[in-house]
C-alpha cells in the first residue's frame, strides 16, 4: 500500500474525532483524514487501543453502513469482555 503522508495528528486530536465520530457528528472530510490516519498507524504497528482497531475495521467494510458496522463490533467487543 502507498504511504499516506499527513501532517502528524494526535492521540488527543485522534480520540475526538473518533468520539465525534461516535456520535455521528464527525463532518466528513474529518473522517476521511481519521481513516486515512488510522491506516497510517496500522501500517507503522502504532495502533494500541481496541477502540481505535475497532474504528479502522469499520472503514475496511463497504457492505455495511460505517455506523452500523461499528455498533456490531462494539457489541460483540463488550459480550466476548463481559458476557452482557
Given at each position: 500500500m502507498?504511504q499516506?503522508?499527513?501532517?502528524?495528528?494526535?492521540q488527543?486530536?485522534?480520540?475526538?474525532?473518533?468520539?465525534?465520530?461516535?456520535?455521528?457528528?464527525?463532518?466528513?472530510?474529518?473522517?476521511?483524514?481519521?481513516?486515512?490516519?488510522?491506516?497510517?498507524?496500522?501500517?507503522?504497528d502504532?495502533?494500541?487501543?481496541?477502540?481505535?482497531?475497532?474504528?479502522?475495521?469499520?472503514?475496511?467494510?463497504?457492505?455495511?453502513?460505517?455506523?452500523e458496522?461499528?455498533?456490531?463490533l462494539?457489541?460483540?467487543?463488550?459480550k466476548?469482555?463481559?458476557g452482557?
Open positions: 502507498a499516506i503522508n499527513l501532517p502528524q495528528i494526535t488527543e486530536r485522534l480520540d475526538v474525532w473518533m468520539y465525534k465520530l461516535l456520535l455521528g457528528i464527525l463532518p466528513l472530510e474529518k473522517t476521511g483524514l481519521l481513516k486515512k490516519e488510522l491506516q497510517r498507524r496500522n501500517e507503522g502504532q495502533i494500541f487501543s481496541a477502540l481505535e482497531r475497532k474504528m479502522l475495521a469499520t472503514f475496511t467494510v463497504e457492505q455495511v453502513p460505517t455506523k458496522y461499528l455498533t456490531i462494539l457489541d460483540d467487543w463488550e466476548r469482555n463481559w452482557d
